[in-house]
């Protein structure tokens, strides 16, 4: 499809987030959450839903949910309750899902997305509480599964949903929402929005509408999509498979539709279904949920400093430029850890910069190469520190800093260690530096002559043959002032 033709539709895209929240245990079970357990092994007749058994609502879960609220904008209903919401699907043992309906715990809320002039509110229509299904193995495709197991570990897990306006008009303002909504979630304390473990789940839906129309066109739902760089794709190509069927005289239609990682395409999966299709009624075994303003006020009190304050604040109190603000305050766990290196380093002299320097670059680029989260590596701020030591203190150039870095992220060996038992110390040993001096000099005749009859960045090339041949360890300055006595 040409660009031109693209051009005459806009895309209306709206997310509908499902977020596993950090309670121990489950919503209205006391089985254990973590992940990663035994299949089957963390049931009980509550969440597997036999018989007269009855649910208990946990607490701690309704906390995290207003939390999460709160730190969206959101209204919180000083009442709201439970429905079940009925479907067979093999992952739901009691055949419901409970779920909020047309009383959520919160409505009206929003994020911001953009920078500068570009900067824009994406509406948060509701968040609701609900418990989690089960989880489906197919085994190869499931569209071609023999047979599929399932796993109850995850029923009854609390789960937020997060349904957005349809405000975002991008694939790539899509993407940009969940990284917001997913940092400040990590802000908040309430989950720890794993995509790959499942932790936090999106469907998209997206229409696409004639330029500047004011209404919307029909829209369909994307299900299975696994990572943010998904979402762009699939919205991508789904946007790009609506215009085609509109552009040949056809009709979009209302359906959920699966990503196929693989293949990326999306396929139709079934018809959208219904709200009445759910037959929504009460749940009978639940009391409504009444929530008092001074509990909610006292929620309210707990909330920590969020991305956006805490963007600010590195700005004004290290003296960063915005961009690297917020790249280091994207999750929490990054932000600390350059607080903590800016701790130990010092604020003077440009060190705030220079940290954020080595941490948006080379530590960024390690845990991406590894797709770890800081966490999870070895590296700590005293590492981190120590290296910018060695290199201010002239033991070690930039460049070899930069060549032992992963080693010291991958063994959590201090950088010291590494130079010493490498000997990869910078050479400030005057004699040692003017033999490799004199032997540039001798090797490299013509460049010599060049530099006496005047050519000054002749002493470039040398200066360089010296690093080549020091294999990057002599102290640059001393190499330049050598050389320049050497030549008179
Ligand atoms: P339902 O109750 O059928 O799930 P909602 O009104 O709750 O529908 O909307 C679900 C999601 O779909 C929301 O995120 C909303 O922003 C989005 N949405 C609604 N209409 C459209 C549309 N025409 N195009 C794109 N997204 C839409
Ligand atoms: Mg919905
Ligand atoms: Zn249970």
């Not at 309750?81 to 739901?92: I, S, T």
């Not at 994406?122 to 197991?149: Q, V």
């Not at 004699?431 to 060049?450: F, L, T």
């Amino acid at each position: 499809m040409d660009s031109a033709t693209a051009a005459e539709f806009e895309p209306v895209i709206g997310l509908e987030v499902h977020v596993e929240l950090k309670t121990k245990s489950k919503i209205f079970c006391p089985c254990p959450t973590k992940f990663g357990a035994e299949p089957n092994t963390q049931v009980c007749p509550v969440c597997l839903g036999l018989p007269g058994v009855l649910p208990v609502l946990n607490e701690g879960a309704v906390e995290l949910a207003v939390m999460a609220a709160l730190a969206l904008n959101c209204d919180i209903r000083p009442s709201s309750r439970f429905h079940r919401k009925n479907y067979f699907y093999p992952d739901l043992p009691k055949a419901y899902q409970i779920s909020q309906y047309d009383h959520p715990l919160a409505t009206g809320g929003w994020i911001e997305v953009g920078a500068g002039a570009s900067r824009k509110r994406i509406g948060i229509k509701r968040l609701h509480l609900e418990e989690d299904a089960g989880k489906l193995m197919h085994e190869g495709s499931i569209e071609t599964a023999a047979r599929s197991l399932v796993d109850f570990n995850r029923c009854g897990v609390p789960l937020i949903e997060i349904v957005s306006e349809p405000d975002i008009s991008s694939p790539e303002e899509a993407k940009e929402y969940l990284q917001v909504l997913k940092s400040i979630l990590q802000y908040a304390g309430v989950s720890d929005c794993r995509m790959q473990e499942g932790s936090l789940r999106v469907d998209a839906n997206v229409s696409v509408r004639p330029t500047g129309s004011a209404a919307f066109g029909t829209r369909t739902e994307l299900k299975n999509i696994g990572s943010f760089r998904s979402v762009v794709r699939g919205l991508q190509y789904e946007i790009r498979r609506q215009i085609e069927v509109i552009r040949a005289g056809g009709e979009v239609l209302q359906e959920t539709r699966h990503w196929d990682e693989q293949r990326e395409v999306t396929v139709a999966l079934r018809g959208k279904e219904e709200a009445h299709d759910y037959r929504y009624f009460p749940e009978p075994d639940l009391v409504p949920l009444h929530l008092d303003r001074e509990w909610v006020e006292s929620v309210r009190l707990k909330l920590p400093e969020l991305p956006e304050a805490r963007k600010r604040r590195f700005v004004s109190d290290y003296g960063l430029p915005e961009y690297d603000a917020g790249v280091l305050t994207a999750s929490p766990s990054l932000a600390e850890f350059y607080e903590r290196c800016v701790g130990l380093y010092g604020r003077g002299e440009g060190r705030p910069k220079t940290v954020s320097n080595w941490v948006m670059g080379e530590l960024t680029r390690f845990l991406n190469a590894n797709n770890i989260e800081i966490e999870e590596a070895r590296v700590t701020p005293s590492h981190v520190v120590e290296l910018l030591r060695l290199i201010e203190g002239g033991s070690i150039s930039g460049k070899i800093a930069k060549a032992i870095f992963d080693r010291m992220c991958e063994t959590g060996e201090m950088p010291s260690q590494i130079v010493r038992r490498e000997g990869l110390g910078q050479i400030s040993d005057e004699s040692e530096i003017a033999a490799v001096v004199a032997r540039v000099i001798e090797e490299n005749p013509k460049v010599v002559g060049d530099y006496k009859s005047g050519k000054a960045q002749a002493l470039g090339y040398l200066v360089g043959q010296v690093m080549k041949a020091t294999g990057g360890r002599a102290s640059p300055g001393l190499v330049n002032r050598v050389l320049r006595e050497r030549l008179g």
